[in-house]
Structures are given as structure tokens and as C-alpha cells.
């Protein structure tokens, strides 16, 4: 009984995996899949975005809704800067910054208003859709891994607005704060790794 439950799942899990594949991938359907994937392999990445979702939720509406669809948008603008060979000054240290300031906005539950906010994380923007754009796989098609990444990007923004959402609950919110501060440190370790003080 046994030995046939695990030749059924054997069978099953190899019948259902997927093949390994380099990251460059080729045509719209590879060049979707590099971009879905791409911002999850990066660790100041996701950080950073998830707390544009968590800061969202903290300033509350019309941040809650803006800071999200504002951040992929200027994000493909910034890819397009990327692909096209523009560079921008220190990109390394705009996107690590990016987790350090962001991070310490939701910790210290920093409510500069909505111009301010919304200025902020068009900057941090720019600079991570310009480094997606830049390391777009040669092979890749462009337009495919563009949407991609926007479309991951925007998921990770849903994931920090429901830790938001559910940390506004009574006696959730050091959920919220020590978010922020896991995200401020992770990022201020990317900060000094760009800063070259790491090697």
C-alpha cells in the first residue's frame, strides 16, 4: 500500500514539475515569466515594495489605493530608461536606500503627507525600474518581461497592504512596526553593501 501511495506520487510530482530554466528566456511568454519572477529573486527589491503596500495602508486613503498603482507606473517609465542605455547617477544605492527609508517610514509610522509620499516613492521607482530594465535578459521579449515585473510588483504591493490592513486591527500594530524595522534593516544592509563598505 505503501509503495504504490509513493510510486503514485513520484509519478504525479514528476509528471507535474517543471523543467529548469536559465533566466534568460526567449519570446513574450519567456519574457513574462522573467519579468514575474524577477523581482521575487531580489531581496532589496521585495523589500522595498512590500513596504510601499504597508506604508499605503498605514497613511490610509487616497495613499492606500495611489502609493501602489503610482509605483509600477513610474516604474515602467524607469525601465524604459534602463533598456534604452539612460543612466542614472548611483542606482545601487537609490534602490538599497529605498528599503532603509521606506523601512523606517512604516516603523516609525511617518506621515509626511500625501505630495511628500507620493514624490518619495516615484524616486525609489524610477531607480527600480531602471535596474529591472537594465537587467533585462537579452532574450527576453521586452514588452513581456516589462508587464511581468509590473504585475509582480504590483502583487508584492497587496501583500503590504494586507499586513497593513490586518496590523490596523487592536494590538496588531507592533506587526506593523517591527515590519517596517525588519525591512530598515535589511535594506541598510543593502545600503552598505552598495556603499562598497561590504567589498
Known amino acids: 500500500m505503501r509503495s504504490s501511495l509513493a510510486a503514485r506520487f513520484l509519478l504525479w510530482t514528476t509528471l507535474l514539475a517543471m523543467p529548469a530554466v536559465a533566466h534568460e528566456q ?27 503596500g504597508l506604508w499605503g495602508a498605514e497613511l490610509g486613503m487616497p495613499a492606500l489605493w495611489l502609493l501602489p498603482i503610482l509605483f509600477p507606473l513610474v516604474m515602467a517609465c524607469g525601465g524604459v530608461l534602463g533598456v534604452a542605455g539612460v543612466p542614472l547617477p548611483m542606482p545601487e544605492v537609490f534602490v538599497a536606500g529605498s528599503g532603509l527609508v521606506l523601512g523606517l517610514a512604516v516603523a516609525l509610522r511617518w506621515n509626511p503627507g500625501m505630495g511628500w509620499a507620493s514624490a518619495l516613492v516615484a524616486i525609489f521607482a524610477v531607480f527600480h525600474g531602471h535596474a529591472h ?28 497592504i494586507g499586513i497593513g490592513v490586518l496590523a490596523a486591527r487592536p494590538g496588531w500594530h507592533r506587526v506593523y512596526r517591527l515590519s517596517g524595522a525588519v525591512i530598515a534593516v535589511i535594506g541598510a544592509y543593502f545600503l552598505v553593501r552598495a556603499s562598497g563598505v561590504l567589498g
Not at 519570446?27 to 510601499?52: C, E, K, R, Y
Not at 518581461?145 to 501583500?159: A, K, Q, W
Open 26 to 52: 526567449s519570446g513574450l511568454v519567456g519574457g513574462l515569466a522573467s519579468g514575474l519572477l524577477h523581482p521575487l529573486t531580489g531581496l532589496d527589491h521585495l523589500v522595498a515594495m512590500v513596504a510601499v
Open 133 to 160: 530594465g537594465v537587467e533585462l535578459p537579452r532574450a527576453a521579449n521586452a514588452f513581456g518581461y516589462g508587464l511581468g515585473f509590473v504585475v509582480s510588483t504590483g502583487c508584492l504591493h497587496l501583500c503590504g
